[in-house]
């Protein structure tokens, strides 16, 4: 059976993967429209490599692992490559192209239901700072340059994902230092707690900047 082997084929690899799966999701860097708050510093590998090291794991034991991310790596890429052919088969094209446009467009009315709850709840941490309507300014315009450039930085391509990746941190790291100018360690603490989406159930992504529309599979 083609469906069972594939199953097991990613299945084994993933309980792998998945003594390395915290390390990854703290890593992750995907961009967002909330105000930075990603780590920044090393990349995935740098960080899997700190882990092993604390953690004593050998050369044999380290290959393994990686021979094991590479296998759940391909079973997830035929697996994908399955699901499309399913759906192929399934939908015509104009249905395709419907269901593409209406993801889009699901995505941008949940990026601006986004936008409007972040900009009521920094509102609401204004009133409460009882900022000066100098500092209160200066903070609204700081942050439509910030959505301004990051804007940009969606729509420009890139090398590889780790040139996307440095973008986004040098522009999250420079907003930052803007910030500072105004706020203090606590008001910039609470800030970005504000900032941060406010994901309903467990299967939100920490940071994301976009929702997982329903799929046709």
């Known amino acids: 059976m083609k469906t069972m082997r594939l199953t097991r084929t990613l299945f084994a690899p993933a309980l792998l993967a998945a003594a390395i799966a915290p390390l990854a999701l703290s890593a992750s860097a995907a961009p967002g429209e909330g105000e930075p708050h990603g780590r920044g510093g090393s990349s995935h590998a740098e960080q899997r490599e700190a882990l092993f ?12 692992l990686a021979e094991a991310r590479a296998e759940h790596r391909q079973a997830l890429q035929a697996l994908k490559a399955e699901h499309r052919e399913r ?11 419907a269901l593409e446009q209406a993801k889009r467009e699901m995505r941008r009315e949940w990026r601006a239901e986004q936008r409007q709850a972040r900009a009521a709840r920094l509102e609401a941490l204004f009133d409460e700072w009882q900022l ?6 200066t903070l609204r315009e700081q942050r439509a340059a910030f959505h301004a ?8 391509p890139f090398d590889s994902r ?7 941190r040098e522009l999250r790291a420079e907003y930052r230092e803007t910030l500072a100018e105004q ?3 606590e008001q910039l603490r609470r800030l970005r707690e504000a900032m941060r989406p406010a994901h309903k159930g467990s299967d939100a992504h920490h940071g ?8 046709a599979g």
């Open 149 to 156: 450039e990051a804007q940009a930085l969606r729509d420009q």
């Open 162 to 168: 780790e040139d996307r990746r440095s973008a986004w």
């Open 87 to 97: 759906l192929e088969e399934i939908l015509d094209a104009d249905q395709r192209a």
């Open 183 to 185: 706020l203090d360690e």
């Open 208 to 215: 994301g900047d976009r929702p997982s529309p329903p799929d």
């Open 132 to 137: 000066d309507e100098t500092t209160h300014e």
């Open 53 to 64: 090291e604390r953690a004593g794991l050998d050369a044999e034991t380290r290959d393994a």
